[in-house]
């Protein structure tokens, strides 16, 4: 324990002893998650994660492919290091895309990363890696935590983690607030040397994936083979007009069996 964590447990404890009403109407929700022990890493056991896993799969090669491109096309001129991972509708894979192209970064040497969950109506990075989301990106908005108490140390590479936090009634609402841009580009701000990757809603069904766009310096937009039309695809691309669309990942493009496996090939294409 370091001498700040210290003497901040010795503080609550004198906290506790003075006012000891204040931790009964706390409420559960505000309990901070801690990180994991320093040295040990989060064990990943989803089988969807594949950059964490055997990376010499050609699913994690996909990634690492996805990976390269995303670097070479933030680090052109200046650093644009808030990107936004999404979809025109559900079920089309955004997140998984998300936490592997984070894993990936995460990994390497040169890169710090920060995914941050941002779905707040069906949040999931936290199931896929297997932690608890109790202090997150709701209490950050809502209840003035500051991000630096809510942030997850993963103990994969330099990855850390932001879940969405509780449930909220109306996400966009929230989500059109100032106080929402004003808090990613103080993220932003805050953390200039490392990607911040935002998991986000889908475009087409809900509003608030729309606010955030105009803040992050590029998109990710994942399409399912099979999933979405071309149609909800060309409206998609509409809803993101004056944004920086990245690239597209192309999932399940290709789905076979070889030597028992299957494989997702992923393609992605700049505009």
């Not at 399912?224 to 691309?237: D, N, P, Q, R, Y």
Request: charged share 25%; glycine share 6%; hydrophobic share 40%.
């Amino acid at each position: 324990m370091s001498r700040i964590e210290e003497a901040l447990e010795k503080a609550e404890k004198l906290r506790n002893s003075m006012f000891p009403m204040a931790d009964e109407k706390k409420k559960p929700h505000m309990q901070h998650v801690p990180p994991p022990v320093a040295g040990a890493a989060l064990k990943v056991t989803n089988q969807l994660l594949v950059s964490a896993g055997d990376l010499n799969t050609p699913a994690a090669e996909e990634y690492r492919k996805l990976k390269s491109a995303i670097v070479r096309l933030t680090k052109s001129d200046s650093f644009s290091n808030m990107l936004m991972v999404t979809s025109s509708i559900g079920s089309e894979g955004k997140s998984i895309t998300a936490l592997n192209l984070a894993l990936s970064m995460a990994q390497e040497f040169d890169h710090t990363v920060l995914l941050v969950d941002a779905d707040l109506r069906k949040p999931s990075i936290h199931t896929y890696l297997g932690i608890e989301n109790k202090v997150g990106l709701t209490e950050c908005l809502l209840d003035g935590v500051d991000v630096k108490d809510a942030i997850i140390r993963t103990g994969i590479g330099k990855l850390s983690l932001l879940t969405a936090g509780r449930e909220v009634r109306n996400p966009a609402e929230v989500f059109s607030s100032q106080r929402v841009k004003e808090f990613f580009l103080e993220l932003k701000n805050r953390y200039p040397d490392r990607y911040i990757i935002i998991d986000t809603p889908p475009v087409l069904p809900f509003a608030e994936t729309r606010s955030l766009s105009s803040v992050v310096d590029g998109v990710v937009l994942v399409v399912k083979e099979g999933e979405v039309s071309l149609k909800k695809i060309s409206e998609t691309m509409d809803c993101l007009k004056g944004t920086s669309l990245l690239g597209v990942v192309y999932n399940e493009a290709a789905k076979y069996h070889s030597d028992s496996h299957l494989y997702y090939r992923q393609s992605y294409a700049n505009p």
